[in-house]
């Protein structure tokens, strides 16, 4: 196991899902295969985080997880090394972080990425530093958000942004944003929870925004949900 550093920080790939959404082209390939420019949707997020220095990735997987694992194999194409979680049933998100926590086997903050986004130059060395700046600060955050504008498919957005501070309530001069399903969190986050039992992921950022103690900020580069065939085709047309 590769110990925990800034360069190291341990990442988790949520890969479980079935994209019901996706059919037919998800009846027999697991949505995160699905590819633009001929790249899966996981390949391009396991490049990027090999550039910038992880060195550990778990991806979680149900649905056609064999698929998965024979695509991207123990993760020398990459240059990192590469564990899976699979599950009998999808857990959900908070349900599937808690299933695989003692395979990232964090010392304290990890990353979290959809499998189904599509963000190519996601900043992945920015939110590396921020966690360095989080633990500096000695501060007491469990969860720190990446937002993005609405997209139309999502127009009255997640959660609310102000002086990177994430919450659940309006107030003056907030602003309304969707989660991009990239986050860090704090293995305390899931501390509560039980292993093998679904658990969404929202609930429990709200619960941890009443105290106080989720942060953000606002992405304005390219972030796309690949939710739909269409808009994987979109995707394929502009990026070509």
């Given amino acids: 196991m590769v110990k925990t550093s800034t360069n190291a920080l341990p990442c988790f790939l949520l890969a479980a899902g079935r994209g019901e959404r996706m059919r037919p082209l998800t009846d027999d390939l697991p949505k995160p295969l699905l590819t633009i420019q001929n790249k899966s949707l996981l390949a391009w997020h396991l490049e990027a985080l090999a550039n910038a220095g992880v060195q550990s990735v778990v991806i979680n997987h149900a649905w ?24 009998e049933t999808a857990l959900e998100t908070a349900g599937g972080i808690c299933q695989a926590l003692p395979l990232i086997n964090p010392n304290d903050y990890f990353l979290v990425i959809n499998g189904d986004v599509f963000s190519p130059h ?82 429990l950022l709200r619960q941890t925004m009443s105290e106080n103690r ?16 269409q808009r994987l085709q979109e995707l394929n047309a502009v990026y070509e």
């Fill in 64 to 87: 056609l997880g064999s698929k998965i694992e024979a695509a991207l194999g123990q993760g020398e194409q990459f240059g990192m090394h590469i564990q899976y979680s699979p599950e």
């Fill in 122 to 203: 996601l900043p992945i060395s920015s939110l590396l530093a921020t966690v360095d700046q989080i633990r500096l600060n000695g501060s007491k955050t469990l969860a720190h958000l990446l937002m993005v504008p609405n997209p139309i498919q999502h127009p009255n957005g997640d959660f609310y942004l102000k002086d990177a501070k994430v919450a659940d309530q309006e107030s003056v001069g907030a602003e309304k944003l969707t989660f991009s399903g990239i986050g860090i969190y704090h293995k305390d986050l899931f501390k509560n929870l039980q292993r093998g039992v679904s658990a969404k992921l929202a609930p």
């Fill in 214 to 229: 989720v942060t953000g900020e606002k992405y304005l580069g390219p972030w796309h949900d690949v939710g739909t065939p």
